[in-house]
């Protein structure tokens, strides 16, 4: 399975990037995931991601090519990208959503455990690119959904610390991840409302069907 590494294309999204409009809906009935989100977010690009990967790249020396080079290979799998361009100060502090789907092959569904998948998702995080951040399991759950693995990273920027609300589930045949990235406090309850908007229809065993 290829290695999973949401929380740094999420991060990089920060610096890289109005007009009000009605709540919108993401709908995916695929992937059993359903996400209300205010009108001031967009829908970014995907060529936006690969412009976010070389710009972290240049200011973040702890991060090899190797890790930059899986992160653009992985920007085909994410399938939903949503921001909010804001500036404090004259900075960018763009808080984003991600939601990355791997299609994984029928032979392969025994394999899948979600404690494993988190796991080593923290483990490359720190491994590989961001040594310094703090992980926080279970930190903010999903009510009425248990079975939705969660984590948070706290990662130390030069100029700001950046906060990854991380979500996991999985729904045959797809392994489905939600990042929440912000790094301003100013919209951490507007973060937090997007998440407990979220409703899932999922499934933690290969053979339970839609759960």
């Not at 808080?95 to 025994?110: A, F, M, Q, T």
Request: proline letters at 7%.
């Amino acid at each position: 399975m290829k290695r999973i590494i949401l929380g740094l294309l999420a991060v990089m999204m920060l610096a890289s990037c109005s007009r009000e409009r009605d709540p919108q809906t993401y709908d995916n009935p695929k992937i059993g995931l359903r996400i209300t989100y205010p009108g001031t977010w967009r829908v970014a690009k995907k060529e936006l991601l690969g412009d976010a990967i070389d710009l972290v790249g240049e200011k973040v020396k702890t991060i090899s090519e190797d890790t930059l080079d899986e992160a653009r290979e992985m920007t085909s799998n994410i399938i939903l990208t949503l921001v909010k361009p804001y500036r404090v100060d004259g900075v960018d502090r763009n808080p984003n959503i991600n939601v990355l789907v791997l299609d994984i092959p029928e032979s392969e569904w025994g394999d899948v455990d979600m404690d494993s998948v988190v796991r080593e998702q923290i483990e490359e995080t720190k491994s590989s690119a961001f040594p310094g951040a703090k992980v926080t399991i279970n930190d903010f759950p999903l009510p009425g959904y248990p079975e939705i693995h969660n984590y948070s990273l706290r990662i130390p920027l030069h100029d700001r610390t950046a906060t990854v609300y991380h979500y996991a589930y999985w729904r045959p045949p797809y392994l489905v991840q939600i990042g929440f990235t912000f790094s301003h406090p100013g919209v951490e309850q507007e973060v937090k409302g997007i998440i407990t908007s979220m409703r899932i229809k999922a499934s933690n065993k290969p053979d339970a069907g839609d759960g």
